[in-house]
């Protein structure tokens, strides 16, 4: 990952403090039909962080559509793909028991710098995993700054068999501060 602030998607800074964890959201203004098609995956993702933030697999796993797709890149017993309701919820509770840290950064976070994002804005191990997962999918990410951890947390939003929106995938790249 890049030293320094994180952008948004349209390039505006988030500032964020890693002392106090208020993270402020970059808004830019855009006229109101542009708004409303922005703003169902930010809900979206918004409705999944709410989930995993609470500690509800169940009420993430409603947010699931399949096949989806768990990526750290470090190694965990959670990297898996779910094919299915029940087996999204199971994935969900490993990444809420085994990935002790980021659940705990994400309970404690205030707020997600959302952005919705497209591949050329996304860091380069991401684009590694995605490949060719989601052609025509959105991607919307969000930075987790911790103590002496960071986490850019990429969600891909795709539409389900009966055509919602929801979380295909769920891509965390963890650095650790002078690691």
């Avoid at 002392?19 to 922005?38: G, I, N, W």
Wanted: one cysteine or more; charged letters at 15%; glycine letters at 8%.
């Amino acid at each position: 990952m890049a030293p320094g602030p994180p952008s948004s998607a349209l390039g505006s800074p988030i500032a964020s403090s890693s002392a106090d964890r208020k993270v402020t959201m970059a808004v830019e203004k855009a006229p109101a039909a542009a708004h409303d098609l922005k703003q169902l995956p930010l809900d979206v993702a918004r409705g999944w962080f709410a989930a995993l933030q609470g500690g509800n697999a169940g009420a993430a796993a409603a947010y699931g559509v399949f096949p989806f797709t768990f990526w750290i890149n470090k190694p965990s017993p959670c990297r898996l793909v779910a094919q299915d309701s029940s087996s999204l919820k199971v994935l969900i509770g490993c990444i809420l028991t085994s990935e002790s840290i980021l659940t705990q950064e994400l309970r404690e976070a205030e707020s997600f710098p959302l952005a919705l994002n497209d591949l050329k804005h996304l860091e380069s191990s991401v684009k590694k995993v995605l490949g060719e997962t989601a052609p025509n999918a959105t991607f919307v990410s969000t930075y987790i700054n911790g103590d002496g951890i960071t986490y850019e947390i990429v969600i891909v939003l795709a539409s389900g068999a009966e055509g919602q929106l929801g979380v295909r995938a769920m891509l965390v790249d963890y650095e650790v501060e002078g690691g």
